[in-house]
Structure formats: structure tokens, C-alpha cells
């Protein structure tokens, strides 16, 4: 089994900047790649970014450009820094975890963002 141990969330205003952290645990055999998910009041979940074991990175094009994601392959850790936030950023963020032909999800961590 696989746990994923999310922190960082939190309140921001417009404009400001937040670094989520998710730290993986447990029987690791392999990882595809780690990730990051968003879903907002009302609507459905979206992908925010997502890193290869191998360094490649993808992103939403609402976040390009404003959010980085980065990993520590050593502690099985994945970063998401999150600069010029906005209020339609706003979410509760997963994390993801793809590996040995398994999905692993997080339990959440809300980021909110005031105009």
C-alpha cells in the first residue's frame, strides 16, 4: 500500500504564492509519474501538473508559466510552487501517484485564494 502525505495549502491573497508539498510512503516498487490534481466547488477534477520519473513535466495551460512542479526522487516527493495565484485558483489539490499499474490519490489539501 501506498500513502501520500500532502501539506502546504493554505489562504493567500490574489497576486501571492504558496509551495505544496506531497511526500509518498509505503511499498513503492516503481513510479510512472507523480502529479498534481485540482477540483473546485461544483466542478469536475483537472490536472494541474504532472512530472515523469524520468523529469518531464506537463501542465495546464491555465497554470503555465505560474506554477512549477518539481520532485525529489530520493524522498519520492513531488513539489508544486505556486506563484501569481488567483481567485479562480481556488480548489481543493490531490496528489497523484501512478506506479506498478496502480493510482494512488491523497486525501486533499485546500488552497484558497481571496480577491
Known amino acids: 500500500q501506498v500513502q501520500l502525505a500532502e501539506s502546504g495549502g493554505g489562504l493567500v491573497q490574489a497576486g501571492g504564492s504558496l509551495r505544496l508539498s506531497c511526500a509518498a510512503s509505503g511499498s513503492i516498487f516503481s513510479i510512472n509519474y507523480m502529479g498534481w490534481y485540482r477540483q473546485a466547488p461544483g466542478k469536475q477534477r483537472e490536472l494541474v501538473a504532472t512530472?515523469?520519473?524520468?523529469?518531464?513535466?506537463n501542465y495546464a495551460d491555465s497554470v503555465k508559466g505560474r506554477f512549477t512542479i518539481s520532485r525529489d526522487g530520493a524522498k519520492n516527493t513531488v513539489y508544486l510552487q505556486m506563484n501569481s495565484l488567483k481567485p479562480e485558483d481556488t480548489a481543493v489539490y490531490y496528489c497523484n501517484l501512478q506506479g506498478g499499474g496502480r493510482s494512488y490519490w491523497g486525501q486533499g489539501t485546500q488552497v484558497t485564494v481571496s480577491s
Open positions: 512530472v515523469t520519473s524520468g523529469g518531464s513535466r
